[in-house]
């Protein structure tokens, strides 16, 4: 007796080959407005000088973390510039910024509506589940064939793997808001709409901040991945030291990623965290400095 089998796999080849033949057109499209998208913040990360663009993180490690951090965010600029992985690595922060930005022009909204809508939310969370656990590689295929090969199949693979944690903290954030505050707001006569952004949205601001963090972390993961469809940046260079078995390559190109993740995760994670009265800040120190003459 002759052994069957469930072909998924060849349900789903014939599901991309209906896409391409029916909408290549419609893909076409949205490739150009990915690819636009991302050249311009490209463009605009590539235009300051390498000194400037680093004065800018250091400043906002200064403001946001304190002078400690400041020094390592610059080090670690410096460090990157001198090892000649400047260019590469302003590259996959613009590819991760897109990326980034895609998921949570997406996923904030839609994780509004599943806070609002219990159906909504058991609709969507067996998906979110299917695209946080597919392996990141798989995503790469029929994004190379649907959009060809270059930045833009790496965009729309990394926000498909990158936007779930936004969705899902938003969702939380703002079912965890204190029900007083908004039975409050309700007794004040706010409309669905007041509430959401004057109530909710506010009070929901730490998980959802914590959710554009691990949005951005999953993004620069997903971005170094993409350089197998030729999405360009810092993964070429990860790439190709893996193709060589060049370990000095592979060590320097690494390195330029953890440190970028490094302070792309310590600000970003700063913005869902109050700012305390004890933090050490270089401001702090002068002040305390001044006091004492």
């Known amino acids: ?31 150009a407005v990915v ?49 000649g992985f400047w260019e590469q690595t302003v590259v996959t922060l613009g590819l991760t910024f897109s990326a980034t930005l895609i998921s949570l022009l997406l996923g904030i909204p839609l994780g509004i509506w599943a806070a609002r809508s219990e159906r909504v939310a058991t609709i969507i969370r067996p998906i979110l589940d299917f695209m946080q656990t597919m392996p990141a590689f798989v995503y790469l295929i029929p994004a190379a064939m649907l959009f060809g090969l270059g930045r833009v199949p790496g965009i729309i693979a990394t ?32 409309t669905p709409r007041q509430l959401l952004f004057k109530v909710q949205l506010p009070n929901a ?4 901040m914590a959710g554009v963090n691990q949005t ?3 993004a620069l993961s997903m971005v170094i991945i993409a350089s197998m469809v030729g999405a360009g940046g810092l993964g070429n260079d990860v790439l ?9 390559l592979g060590f320097e190109s690494g390195m330029a990623v953890v440190l970028l993740a490094i302070i792309l995760d310590r600000i970003t994670e ?16 002068v002040n305390s400095k001044l006091q004492r003459q």
């Open 216 to 218: 951005i972390m999953m």
């Open 1 to 31: 007796m002759s052994e069957k089998k469930l072909d998924l796999g060849s349900w789903v080849n014939d599901i991309v080959q209906h896409l391409l033949d029916n909408y290549s057109d419609g893909f076409d499209s949205v490739g």
């Open 270 to 285: 700063s913005f869902g965290t109050p700012q305390t009265a004890n933090r050490s800040s270089l401001f702090s120190w």
């Open 159 to 190: 926000v498909i793997f990158a936007m779930p944690p936004a969705v899902r903290l938003t969702n939380l954030g703002i079912r965890q808001v204190n029900k007083e505050i908004i039975e409050a707001g309700q007794s004040f006569g706010c």
């Open 35 to 83: 690819n636009g998208f991302s050249e311009g913040i490209e463009w605009v990360l590539m235009l300051p000088p390498a000194w400037l663009l680093i004065a800018i993180f250091v400043g906002l490690g200064l403001w946001r973390i304190g002078y400690k951090f400041a020094i390592f965010t610059a080090v670690a600029f410096v460090l990157i510039v001198l090892t």
């Open 240 to 248: 190709a030291s893996i193709q060589r078995l060049d370990i000095g």
């Open 205 to 208: 601001m730490p998980s959802i």
